[in-house]
């Protein structure tokens, strides 16, 4: 549980700089960052909540349980980012930043967290 802590506190402080160097540097899309970051925060969190409890159960599953957590944020994307990116047809690369920095913030720190458990 103290390592979960830890993890999970590492992860937090890295999306709180993360965010607030992308609210600097796109300023005028402060709203857009703190709902794509606040999602993608509350998505990573629940991951490690299921891989932890994964990794207490059955480490057999553990893969197919990982996978199910991009699953569901890539479901989370298609429903709530991708159709407000292609409102004006096209993907820029500014909008594509805004989803996958914290995005790939949460895979790294779940990847982190199993790479570690199974050292």
Not at 16 to 28: D, E, T
Not at 50 to 77: C, D, H, R, S
Request: glycine share 4%; no cysteine; hydrophobic share 55%.
């Amino acid at each position: 549980m103290k390592k979960n802590s830890i993890y999970l506190i590492s992860f937090l402080l890295l999306l709180g700089l993360s965010f607030s160097i992308h609210v600097q540097a796109i300023p005028q899309a402060e709203a857009f960052l703190i709902q794509s970051y606040s999602i993608n925060a509350l998505l990573a969190v629940i991951a490690l909540v299921l891989l932890n409890f994964g990794m207490e159960q059955k480490k057999n599953n553990l893969a197919n349980l990982y996978l199910l957590t991009v699953a569901l944020k890539l479901i989370v994307y298609f429903l709530l980012f991708h159709p407000r990116f292609q409102l004006d047809g096209r993907i820029t690369r500014t909008e594509f930043f805004m989803f996958f920095i914290p995005y790939a913030l949460g895979l790294f720190t779940e990847i982190v967290v199993l790479a570690r458990r199974f050292k």
